[in-house]
């Protein structure tokens, strides 16, 4: 009866996971279709196509320089989890943060030698707005890994409904009032607004979580994230 009752409980909660991953999902999915829409009603054909450039430009260097380190990150959280050992787990976080904010930091770097070697349309204020989007997206995205390999599925669908309401809502809003420039401060605010969530939930998690964990060899966990940084780019899109 025990195993049985265990069997139903790890098949509610398989079917719970998806569900509330797959609301995350939809949820973005809907955001980007209706914000192309919007874009393309309301910039002219020159300055959709700038701002089209700016995020995949964005996204690609997020790639790079992820280097596969966040599913990388979750894959190991969730099994550290599953084998009931979690607080030292942290300390994991620790050392692969420090890599991946120097990682953050030499991917703002590059985007910003990109735009300034190829002269394009962006003053010092887009440009700005651009790089700090950038490390903002990189960071929340490295948060939710954790809170991912934490199967924390319900507070991220949470998340990602407020991060995709006021996206709806202040993008729009500022192209209709500042064209272009109204669209980066949009993406910026939203990006600052979730990486505060995201990072606050996880400060709670690191706060209140016991075990006692193993640490992962490092040589283990760089060998798997040049893997999965190989197959990332096939697995990404384009945000506008």
Request: positive net charge; glycine residues 4%; aromatic residues 20%.
């Amino acid at each position: 009866m025990k195993k049985e009752d265990t069997s139903k409980n790890n098949h509610h909660s398989l079917f719970k996971d998806t569900y509330q991953a797959s609301i995350s999902i939809l949820l973005t999915i809907g955001s980007l279709i209706f914000l192309s829409t919007i874009s393309a009603r309301f910039l002219d054909v020159a300055k959709y196509g700038e701002l089209a450039l700016i995020m995949y430009i964005t996204d690609l260097f997020s790639i790079i320089c992820g280097f596969g380190i966040q599913n990388n990150l979750t894959v190991f959280i969730a099994q550290f989890k599953s084998e009931g050992k979690t607080k030292r787990t942290f300390l994991l976080i620790k050392w692969i943060f420090r890599y991946f904010s120097i990682s953050i930091l030499f991917g703002s770097l590059i985007i910003f030698l990109y735009f300034l070697l190829s002269r394009t349309f962006l003053d010092v204020f887009e440009l700005s707005f651009i790089l700090v989007y950038f490390i903002n997206k990189n960071l929340s995205n490295f948060y939710i890994s954790c809170l991912t390999g934490f199967f924390n599925f319900k507070i991220i669908t949470k998340y990602n409904l407020l991060y995709n309401f006021l996206l709806v809502i202040l993008v729009p809003t500022g192209i209709y009032f500042f064209g272009l420039k109204g669209a980066f401060f949009s993406y910026f605010l939203t990006s600052f607004t979730y990486l505060f969530f995201v990072k606050s939930r996880y400060l709670f998690l690191n706060k209140n979580l016991l075990g006692n964990i193993e640490l992962l060899h490092k040589k283990s966990f760089i060998n798997n994230s040049l893997l999965l940084w190989s197959i990332g780019p096939t697995t990404t899109h384009n945000k506008i």
